[in-house]
């Protein structure tokens, strides 16, 4: 089984502040991505990637930036938070393909509060 | 609009009673994944399908792309069944174009 890690696993951060959320995975997993769930919008994706240097936006990718430098890690930066980022983060990595077809193995999650 | 539309939002069962979640999709897809979240926030994988019904347990899967829908059935409720549940369809036309449901809420009782 895919073994997906994510930190930290809870965060409070302040307006206009930099968030840095790392996610690691260990099963040489091509793809990664970054989604956020909130009530009534469940999971959307902000960032995702296809191997290590590659970084494409999702479908809300506005405030977010991503990196990818190594087929393990795919970090998620918010350079100026916000609170309409409080939210929780899922990484997720998939074998090749990409999307829904290659099974993705989810991390346990973010919460970030944004004060 | 939403490609992907889930239901019911929210249901109760009493342990040992079923039920069936859905998805309808507005457009064609060509696999679906369905997810549990529980208690403690994280996503466990339940099923991905690319056509026909899949079993697991008390947990049981159909994905019919010509009538674009997928169900989630549930049978004999335990109290661990309590979460989210989710439903994820990757659209047949272009690269990375997947589309999550906005969850069901399931709360089995006692």
């Known amino acids: 089984e895919a073994a997906v890690t994510q930190s930290p696993r809870n965060k409070v951060a302040v307006t206009g502040g930099k968030v840095t959320l790392s996610c690691n995975q260990t099963?040489?997993?091509?793809?990664m991505y970054w989604y956020r769930q909130d009530t009534g919008h469940g999971l959307r994706l902000i960032h995702y990637?296809?191997?290590?240097?590659?970084?494409e936006k999702g479908d809300i990718p506005d405030g977010y930036k991503a990196s990818r430098p190594s087929q393990e890690n795919f970090s998620l930066i918010l350079e100026l938070a916000t609170p309409s980022q409080t939210s929780v983060y899922f990484c997720?990595?998939?074998?090749?393909?990409?999307?829904?077809?290659?099974?993705?193995?989810f991390g346990p999650g973010t919460r970030l509060l944004v004060l | 609009g939403d490609q992907v539309e889930q239901s019911p939002s929210a249901l109760s069962l009493h342990e040992g009673t079923g039920s069936a979640l859905r998805c309808n999709f507005t457009?064609?897809?060509?696999?679906v994944q369905w997810f549990q979240q529980n208690s403690r926030g994280s996503l466990i994988n339940l099923f991905y399908l690319a056509s026909g019904t899949k079993e697991n347990g008390r947990l049981k899967s159909t994905f019919n792309s010509k009538e674009s829908y997928s169900t989630l059935h549930i049978r004999d409720a335990q109290l661990e069944d309590s979460g989210t549940y989710f439903c994820a369809a990757e659209a047949d036309t272009g690269y990375q174009n997947f589309y999550f449901g906005k969850g069901t809420s399931l709360t089995v009782i006692p």
């Open positions: 099963n040489n997993h091509n793809n």
């Open positions: 457009t064609t897809m060509r696999a």
């Open positions: 997720a990595s998939g074998d090749a393909g990409g999307g829904v077809q290659d099974t993705q193995y």
């Open positions: 990637s296809y191997g290590a240097g590659s970084t």
